[in-house]
Nanobody
C-alpha cells in the first residue's frame, strides 16, 4: 500500500503561481510513476501531468503545457507541481496518484493506470 498526501493548494489571482506537493508513504519502493489529476465541479477528473519515478520522462496535458512543471525528490518521496500563469479555468481539486504495478501500453495519462490516490488539495484562481 502507498499513501499519498497533497498540500500547497489555495486561492490565487489569475497570473499567479502555486506549488503543490505530494508526499508518499508506505511501500514507496513499489512506485513506478506519479501523476497529477484535477477535477472541477461538474466535470470529469482529468489528467494534468506525470513523471517517472526513476528516469526523467514527463508528460503534460496540452492545457497546462508551458505553464506547469512536474518534478520529484525521491529522497523525500515527494512529487511537486509548479503552476505558473494560472487561469480561472485551472480552478479544481488537484489529486496526486501513484502507479505501483506495471501498466502495459500506458503513457501515464489514464486514471486507470494509477493504483493509489490522495484526497486532493483545492486550487482556486480568481479573475
Amino acid at each position: 500500500q502507498v499513501q499519498l498526501v497533497e498540500s500547497g493548494g489555495g486561492l490565487v489571482q489569475a497570473g499567479g503561481s502555486l506549488r503543490l506537493s505530494c508526499t508518499a508513504s508506505g511501500r514507496t519502493f513499489d512506485i513506478r510513476r506519479m501523476g497529477w489529476f484535477r477535477q472541477a465541479p461538474g466535470k470529469e477528473r482529468e489528467f494534468v501531468a506525470t513523471i517517472q519515478w526513476s528516469g526523467v520522462s514527463t508528460y503534460y496535458a496540452e492545457s497546462v503545457k508551458g505553464r506547469f512543471t512536474i518534478s520529484r525528490d525521491n529522497a523525500k518521496n515527494t512529487v511537486y507541481l509548479q503552476m505558473n500563469s494560472l487561469k480561472p479555468e485551472d480552478t479544481a481539486l488537484y489529486y496526486c496518484a501513484a502507479q505501483i504495478r506495471m501498466v502495459v501500453g500506458g503513457a501515464g495519462s489514464g486514471r486507470d493506470e494509477y493504483h493509489s490516490w490522495g484526497r486532493g488539495t483545492q486550487v482556486t484562481v480568481s479573475s
